[in-house]
């Protein structure tokens, strides 16, 4: 069965650090483009970051609102994709979700991936 499952959420302070793990079963996930997504109340999902799947030279992408605090990288032995977040602000607060793209060249629109996990819920809060 292919899943997705994200985990590391939680409650901290500004400027404080999170790191979310996506943990794939019933695939190899680095074949295949992984990408972060995040939803706010009231807002519409948008990408966070991704990166693409082997053979595609790693490429990865961030949103401008997290390039510089958001590291997004693989662990290939546990099948496991992380978000490292550091510097967190109050406007980071979403459930952030990870999806596999079926192809291996990630983008950051929501409309390009195909499998997602149920989400992880981070709130940024003083």
């Known amino acids: 069965q292919l899943q997705l499952v994200e985990s590391g959420g939680g409650l901290v302070q500004p400027g404080g650090s999170l790191r979310l793990s996506c943990a794939a079963s019933?695939?190899?996930?680095?074949?295949?483009?992984i990408g972060w997504f995040r939803q706010a109340p009231g807002r519409e999902r948008e990408g966070v970051s991704c990166?693409?799947?082997?053979?595609?030279?790693?490429?990865?992408k961030y949103a401008d609102s997290v390039k510089g605090r958001f590291t997004v990288s693989r662990d290939t032995a546990k099948n496991t994709v992380y978000l490292q977040m550091d510097n967190l602000k109050p406007e980071d607060t979403a459930v952030y979700y990870c999806?596999?793209?079926?192809?291996?060249?990630?983008?950051?629109?929501?409309?390009?991936?195909?499998?997602w996990g149920q989400g992880t819920q981070v709130t940024v809060s003083s």
């Open positions: 990166v693409s799947g082997r053979g595609s030279e790693d490429r990865i």
């Open positions: 019933g695939f190899t996930s680095d074949y295949y483009a």
């Open positions: 999806a596999v793209d079926w192809g291996r060249i990630c983008e950051l629109l929501p409309s390009e991936y195909d499998t």
